[in-house]
């Protein structure tokens, strides 16, 4: 680490000497209607055909040989903004606000990009997708959902309909780094899967990064989705919202210290309870079924040099009658922004995240004899420095660091027999992790341009607890059983890992419209999710790397065309990608994952393998447009133990996937959409053989053979259509009508396959295909915003 430091500032201190004779042009890019920041703006230097973007707060800075120069600000959907300027003398702080296009507000924006950025960029396996394109397209509901929205772009799956989380090339829900201004969100779903945990209406921008990932992330193995909250209208006051089938949104946002800050507030609950409670007699009377979520941001401007940033996101899901859950997230964010000259920015965070369980028998008795409650939690905190430093126009060095602490409950419960109150569970655990890291993005000439970066993390298990040893298993695929337990103290360290995490990417211009790009990256993860079902649920149990369960670790090299047709209206790409995966955690027969206190003998460990192509075509501009992606892939697994130690298909396997969008602006008053998706099902494990005992048929599967047969493929179709009003409440702002249908066709897709008795002959069996929706579902909802 030392090394490393060393490094950094000597690299600091050449290029400030190279940078003598130069000038710098700083500052910041924002809307001109709300005062929000806008990430990636494009300013381009004409004379020099050279220039940057502007990061994650809308900051810019480049440095060039003194003389004048035509700048260029161009972002999509608003009106480009040319300044002249002259460094000859110092250096010169310009801030821009930019105004909305009219005429590109009358289409649909479907990337807030620079027409060739998909082209000219170093980011490949790299999608955005902009909230204005979220809220047209058609969902359940008719609830905006971005966790939904990006199953529709190339690599990204789920394991059925309804199901929690999301697959990115072969990874599994907990290979994903979810962040919410940049603070962890370890269970992004409502209600089992059926919506995520981000209010479209606070939400700014989203980011799915599926490889060439660069050195300032880190922690999980497979993709990183970075979702950045509004800052709030800065301008004026407004309230927006909406009122739909199954929940209602609110939010309000408005300056605050005369034009030197803002802030933003955001509400939404289902009341599916409500609308029932009248129809609910007997045991369901007094049923729970409900969800909310409470997002807040607010940020003040000190000085020119100094902002400082608040957000903090709290939702709950509770279900239930007299036997009930709930599970929710908490994540708050401090961030502050800070200019150390015009050359050198810092943004330091420091970060709460807290997911929780919990299940209880007696919600509807205050006094009760016999009753069971559980509860479980992973808590971690964290700051993480990021300073980004702008040499020249041809470099953009990021370097930085992190520090997190996390705290994991696998279960404390309370059982009460007769009065009696008996507790059970797991002791707590506890580990650290710590990062450095550096990475340079570099133009080498006007047609090769490289991304390079390194990123060391440290990760360490500590006590207090105690440490398992565990001897051989009787035969592979079997319980591995503990031999000795070893106490620890509170803070002593258990086990160390150590890894280096090199970054790379590449892009090879072949013409203005046309360019090959790679990456390799190699990423670490020390937390697991551990879960045996079909589709993983909010009681999943996260544990830590331990003597026992090393780190997962992943290789990815990714191989893409892409080519822009017809002045940049359509956009083409194809990727290529294999990712190695090791480490990977699977589970004997009737593993006991829950409240089990030595697990870890439960576990099976070997490695992963996904390879695969991406095809992707977007229409980004005109009445109509949308895209088509289409990804064939192969996800395998090889566990000592199972399958006679052959790779076989993860549960996750799909081996094609089609997603088409389509986006048609009719008039200024109508649009309309629709999505369509097709995909292969997902394998299964059935039973080889059975046994009858006392004329009861008990399936079986003899070999413990797994996921050696598929489940039927599912497509499904989806439309809506948009109407503008004129006016919201009392002839003020504006307002819309969103129609829309969930599967037209009505196709029953199988969520899965299972196995049961015949009801008529109990010594027979049968195969039964579950889905979780089995009908045409329509919804309206009112929008609104003055």
Same mark, same amino acid.
């Given at each position: 680490?030392?090394?490393?430091?060393?490094?950094?500032?000597?690299?600091?201190?050449?290029?400030?000497?190279?940078?003598?004779?130069?000038?710098?042009?700083?500052?910041?890019?924002?809307?001109?209607?709300?005062?929000?920041?806008?990430?990636?703006?494009?300013?381009?230097?004409?004379?020099?055909?050279?220039?940057?973007?502007?990061?994650?707060?809308?900051?810019?800075?480049?440095?060039?040989?003194?003389?004048?120069?035509?700048?260029?600000?161009?972002?999509?959907?608003?009106?480009?903004?040319?300044?002249?300027?002259?460094?000859?003398?110092?250096?010169?702080?310009?801030?821009?606000?930019?105004?909305?296009?009219?005429?590109?507000?009358?289409?649909?924006?479907?990337?807030?990009?620079?027409?060739?950025?998909?082209?000219?960029?170093?980011?490949?396996?790299?999608?955005?997708?902009?909230?204005?394109?979220?809220?047209?397209?058609?969902?359940?509901?008719?609830?905006?959902?971005?966790?939904?929205?990006?199953?529709?772009?190339?690599?990204?799956?789920?394991?059925?309909?309804?199901?929690?989380?999301?697959?990115?090339?072969?990874?599994?829900?907990?290979?994903?780094?979810?962040?919410?201004?940049?603070?962890?969100?370890?269970?992004?779903?409502?209600?089992?899967?059926?919506?995520?945990?981000?209010?479209?209406?606070? @939400?700014?921008?989203?980011?799915?990064?599926?490889?060439?990932?660069?050195?300032?992330?880190?922690?999980?193995?497979?993709?990183?989705?970075?979702?950045?909250?509004?800052?709030?209208?800065?301008?004026?006051?407004?309230?927006?919202?909406?009122?739909?089938?199954?929940?209602?949104?609110?939010?309000?946002?408005?300056?605050?210290?005369?034009?030197?800050?803002?802030?933003?507030?955001?509400?939404?609950?289902?009341?599916?309870?409500?609308?029932?409670?009248?129809?609910?007699?007997?045991?369901?009377?007094?049923?729970?079924?409900?969800?909310?979520?409470?997002?807040?941001?607010?940020?003040?401007?000190?000085?020119?040099?100094?902002?400082?940033?608040?957000?903090?996101?709290?939702?709950?899901?509770?279900?239930?009658?007299?036997?009930?859950?709930?599970?929710?997230?908490?994540?708050?964010?401090?961030?502050?922004?800070?200019?150390?000259?015009?050359?050198?920015?810092? =943004?330091?965070?420091?970060?709460?995240?807290?997911?929780?369980?919990?299940?209880?028998?007696?919600?509807?008795?205050?006094?009760?004899?016999?009753?069971?409650?559980?509860?479980?939690?992973?808590?971690?905190?964290?700051?993480?420095?990021?300073?980004?430093?702008?040499?020249?126009?041809? =470099?953009?060095?990021?370097?930085?660091?992190?520090?997190?602490?996390?705290?994991?409950?696998?279960?404390?419960?309370?059982?009460?027999?007769?009065?009696?109150?008996?507790?059970?569970?797991?002791?707590?655990?506890?580990?650290?992790?710590?990062?450095?890291?550096?990475?340079?993005?570099?133009?080498?000439?006007?047609?090769?341009?490289?991304?390079?970066?390194?990123?060391?993390?440290?990760?360490?298990?500590?006590?207090?607890?105690?440490?398992?040893?565990?001897?051989?298993?009787?035969?592979?695929?079997?319980?591995?059983?503990?031999?000795?337990?070893?106490?620890?103290?509170?803070?002593?360290?258990?086990?160390?890992?150590?890894?280096?995490?090199?970054?790379?990417?590449?892009?090879?211009?072949?013409?203005?419209?046309?360019?090959?790009?790679?990456?390799?990256?190699?990423?670490?993860?020390?937390?697991?999710?551990?879960?045996?079902?079909?589709?993983?649920?909010?009681?999943?149990?996260?544990?830590?790397?331990?003597?026992?369960?090393?780190?997962?670790?992943?290789?990815?090299?990714?191989?893409?065309?892409?080519?822009?047709?017809?002045?940049?209206?359509?956009?083409?790409?194809?990727?290529?990608?294999?990712?190695?995966?090791?480490?990977?955690?699977?589970?004997?027969?009737?593993?006991?994952?829950?409240?089990?206190?030595?697990?870890?003998?439960?576990?099976?460990?070997?490695?992963?393998?996904?390879?695969?192509?991406?095809?992707? @075509?977007?229409?980004?501009?005109?009445?109509?447009?949308?895209?088509?992606?289409?990804?064939?892939?192969?996800?395998?697994?090889?566990?000592?133990?199972?399958?006679?130690?052959?790779?076989?298909?993860?549960?996750?396997?799909?081996?094609?996937?089609?997603?088409?969008?389509?986006?048609?602006?009719?008039?200024?008053?109508?649009?309309?959409?629709?999505?369509?998706?097709?995909?292969?099902?997902?394998?299964?494990?059935?039973?080889?053989?059975?046994?009858?005992?006392?004329?009861?048929?008990?399936?079986?599967?003899?070999?413990?053979?797994?996921?050696?047969?598929?489940?039927?493929?599912?497509?499904?179709?989806?439309?809506?259509?948009?109407?503008?009003?004129?006016?919201?409440?009392?002839?003020?702002?504006?307002?819309?009508? @969103?129609?829309?249908?969930?599967?037209?066709?009505?196709?029953?897709?199988?969520?899965?396959?299972?196995?049961?008795?015949?009801?008529?002959?109990?010594?027979?069996?049968?195969?039964?295909?579950?889905?979780?929706?089995?009908?045409?579902?329509?919804?309206?909802?009112?929008?609104?915003?003055?």
């Amino acid at each position: 680490m030392k090394k490393i430091l060393l490094f950094i500032l000597s690299l600091l201190y050449f290029t400030q000497l190279y940078a003598q004779e130069k000038a710098t042009i700083s500052g910041y890019i924002k809307d001109a209607a709300n005062g929000e920041g806008l990430i990636g703006v494009s300013v381009y230097v004409q004379e020099l055909k050279t220039g940057t973007t502007t990061n994650a707060y809308g900051f810019y800075s480049l440095t060039l040989p003194k003389g004048p120069y035509n700048l260029v600000f161009t972002y999509v959907g608003y009106q480009n903004v040319l300044k002249t300027i002259d460094l000859s003398l110092q250096d010169l702080k310009l801030d821009i606000e930019l105004k909305d296009d009219a005429k590109a507000l009358q289409e649909v924006v479907v990337t807030t990009k620079r027409a060739d950025e998909n082209v000219k960029s170093l980011e490949m396996s790299v999608n955005k997708v902009d909230i204005k394109t979220i809220q047209k397209m058609p969902a359940l509901l008719g609830e905006v959902d971005i966790i939904k929205s990006i199953q529709f772009l190339p690599g990204v799956t789920s394991v059925g309909e309804g199901t929690s989380g999301f697959n990115v090339r072969g990874g599994g829900i907990d290979q994903n780094l979810v962040l919410l201004d940049e603070a962890p969100v370890y269970n992004s779903s409502h209600l089992f899967g059926f919506f995520s945990v981000f209010n479209p209406d606070a @939400v700014k921008d989203v980011k799915l990064i599926k490889g060439g990932i660069p050195a300032q992330y880190g922690g999980r193995v497979s993709s990183i989705l970075d979702v950045r909250m509004k800052e709030g209208n800065a301008k004026k006051p407004q309230f927006s919202g909406g009122i739909g089938s199954i929940f209602s949104r609110f939010t309000y946002e408005r300056p605050i210290f005369k034009d030197k800050g803002s802030f933003i507030v955001a509400l939404r609950r289902s009341y599916i309870d409500i609308l029932a409670k009248p129809f609910l007699k007997d045991d369901l009377k007094g049923s729970r079924f409900y969800f909310y979520d409470f997002t807040a941001k607010g940020n003040l401007r000190i000085n020119d040099k100094n902002t400082i940033f608040l957000s903090g996101y709290f939702g709950r899901d509770t279900f239930g009658a007299d036997f009930g859950f709930n599970w929710g997230n908490a994540t708050t964010s401090f961030r502050w922004n800070h200019i150390f000259n015009n050359k050198l920015f810092l =943004n330091n965070t420091v970060f709460y995240s807290n997911y929780d369980y919990s299940l209880q028998t007696d919600l509807k008795k205050k006094n009760t004899q016999d009753a069971f409650r559980w509860k479980s939690n992973i808590i971690t905190y964290s700051i993480k420095p990021d300073f980004t430093y702008y040499p020249n126009a041809n =470099n953009t060095i990021t370097f930085g660091g992190q520090l997190t602490y996390y705290t994991f409950n696998p279960g404390q419960a309370v059982a009460i027999s007769g009065g009696v109150e008996r507790a059970i569970g797991l002791d707590d655990k506890f580990a650290a992790e710590s990062a450095l890291y550096i990475g340079n993005e570099q133009k080498i000439t006007s047609k090769i341009s490289l991304q390079y970066g390194l990123r060391y993390s440290l990760y360490d298990y500590l006590g207090k607890g105690n440490a398992l040893e565990l001897g051989e298993a009787p035969a592979e695929g079997e319980r591995r059983p503990v031999t000795n337990s070893t106490p620890f103290n509170w803070g002593q360290s258990i086990k160390k890992y150590g890894n280096f995490e090199p970054r790379f990417a590449a892009n090879i211009g072949l013409g203005e419209n046309n360019s090959i790009k790679l990456s390799y990256n190699r990423l670490v993860q020390y937390l697991h999710l551990l879960s045996n079902t079909t589709a993983s649920s909010p009681l999943d149990v996260w544990t830590p790397s331990s003597n026992n369960i090393k780190p997962q670790l992943s290789d990815q090299i990714a191989l893409g065309y892409f080519h822009n047709i017809a002045d940049n209206l359509y956009e083409t790409s194809v990727e290529v990608y294999y990712k190695k995966l090791y480490n990977q955690i699977d589970y004997i027969r009737n593993a006991d994952l829950l409240l089990n206190p030595s697990v870890e003998g439960d576990l099976l460990f070997g490695d992963g393998r996904a390879y695969g192509a991406e095809f992707y @075509v977007k229409k980004t501009r005109g009445k109509f447009n949308g895209w088509v992606s289409y990804t064939l892939a192969r996800t395998e697994r090889k566990i000592p133990g199972l399958n006679l130690n052959q790779w076989f298909p993860s549960r996750i396997d799909k081996t094609h996937n089609l997603a088409v969008v389509g986006i048609y602006d009719l008039n200024s008053k109508w649009s309309f959409s629709t999505n369509f998706t097709f995909s292969t099902g997902t394998p299964a494990s059935f039973p080889t053989n059975k046994f009858v005992w006392q004329d009861i048929a008990l399936p079986h599967n003899y070999y413990d053979t797994r996921n050696t047969y598929r489940i039927p493929a599912s497509h499904r179709l989806d439309i809506s259509a948009t109407r503008q009003n004129k006016h919201a409440f009392f002839k003020k702002g504006t307002s819309e009508w @969103v129609f829309s249908v969930y599967n037209v066709y009505n196709r029953r897709n199988p969520f899965s396959v299972f196995v049961r008795q015949n009801e008529n002959d109990q010594t027979r069996t049968e195969a039964v295909r579950y889905a979780i929706f089995g009908t045409i579902i329509p919804a309206v909802t009112y929008n609104f915003k003055f």
